[in-house]
């Protein structure tokens, strides 16, 4: 009985999630109140109180479903195996590149979760801190692709001329801004349709 109780509420809990999203997605994030969320889930409020403090706690619950994996994903990726035979760092930075982008096209979750970060949310009042944390995270992952590109530098696959941390910060900066206007071209007229040129393009302006 405890079992199923605990699996009752984590199914509750995971349909009050996709419902903030839908609801986010819809109204966007200001306009949606736990009211709404709770009417669109089909559950009481004080279901979706029984699971999450505030709004911000449950919009950070949404991101991280989709994040986190993505995280896992991107160590595997960018960091590889020390021990492998032929290492190339610069292919694995592009291969991160190009794995989020056809995430993205092939996860509608993941998908609809950045929109919503990216164009339905506006970072003020209770959300301040969910922007912290998201800056956060970026500084992470620009630390694990300064040490690919730091690893690049050293196998003579790109220049020194700049640093590691150099690189990294502006191959953040440069996938930042195609994400956002990614997400934005809902016509794939401009964007979606060349994504994977240029990235391309990027990692060849770093080759030596």
Known sequence: MVRK?????AITRQRIIDAARET??????????LEHIASHAGVT????????QNKAELFYAMREAVYLPLIDRMDDTL???ADERNPDPLGR??????????????????RETYEVMMAKCEYVDEF???????LSNCSG????????????QELGQVSTQLTAAELALDTHLFFSGLLHMWVKDTEGTLFRDTAMKLIETHIKLRKK
């Open 5 to 9: 109780t605990k699996e009752d509420a």
């Open 24 to 33: 986010f997605l819809l109204k966007g994030v200001s306009r949606t109140s």
């Open 45 to 52: 409020r004080g279901a979706v109180y029984w699971h999450f």
């Open 79 to 81: 960091l590889g195996n």
């Open 93 to 110: 930075i592009r291969k991160h590149l190009e794995n989020t982008i056809q995430t993205l096209e092939e996860d509608q979750t993941m």
């Open 128 to 134: 301040a801190d969910v922007l912290k944390s998201i």
């Open 141 to 152: 992952l620009i630390h694990k692709m300064e040490q690919a590109y730091a690893k690049a």
